[in-house]
């Protein structure tokens, strides 16, 4: 599976209205909740773990779990 360039989009999407919704104007409350119920950090962390979920999933369907588990350690360590 390739890089999904809409849901990067649409990721971006949400880190811009986050970003609007905690400025003080008065935009910032037409914008708090823009897809219904679903706030765009709900929105965002959503399709965070949606794509983490993707790009590993193949890592363990072609090398095995232990293998994803230890590629998620080193993403973890190497961006702390």
Known sequence: MGRQTELDWLRGLMLV????????TWFSSHVGQPFGFVSAAEGFV???????GSVYTGTARR??????????????????
């Open 17 to 24: 209205l986050m970003t609007i919704t905690h400025l003080p």
């Open 46 to 52: 959503f399709l965070s773990a949606y794509l983490v």
């Open 63 to 80: 090398h095995g779990y232990a293998a994803m588990r230890h590629a998620m350690r080193e993403r973890l360590h190497t961006e702390a």
